[in-house]
């Protein structure tokens, strides 16, 4: 059984997320500098299988693509020719940041530790990737 990672995109930074090996719940992996990202990845699927990559596709209220689409598709590409046998699957990660930040709010973490953009990029992708194993679940 392979782990599926989550990603949250950023033109600077990257969270990651990775699921339990029965894909059941996501848990933040790691937030990194996106130019470290896929090297990252290369050493982490020499010890776990990795089965598929789900990159947040970050919508507009009207459905339309946000300016930075334009950046993932060229990360998309890159990701594809260094991992070419591993799916890579598109979720809507509409409101993410929003619910991350809120998330640690309720959750009491203190206004400082709030500021942490790392966090919030960690959250983002483990709220991307869980949404998509509650998608998957639901139309199974």
Request: glycine residues 6%; contains cysteine.
């Amino acid at each position: 059984m392979g782990y599926l990672i989550g990603i949250d995109f950023g033109t600077k930074r990257t969270g990651l997320a990775l699921t339990d090996p029965n894909k059941m719940i996501a848990s933040g992996l790691k937030s990194l500098p996106t130019q470290e990202v896929i090297s990252y990845l290369k050493v982490l699927s020499k010890t776990d299988n990795i089965e598929c990559f789900v990159i947040g596709r970050p919508l507009q209220k009207d459905g339309s693509n946000s300016d930075v689409e334009i950046h993932i598709k060229a990360f998309i590409k890159s990701l594809k020719k260094k991992f070419p046998n591993h799916k890579v699957e598109r979720h809507d990660e509409r409101f993410t940041s929003k619910i991350a930040f809120k998330t640690m709010v309720d959750a009491g973490i203190k206004k400082k530790k709030r500021s942490n953009k790392d966090l919030i990029d960690q959250i983002s992708a483990t709220l991307i990737l869980q949404s998509y194993l509650d998608y998957k679940k639901n139309i199974l």
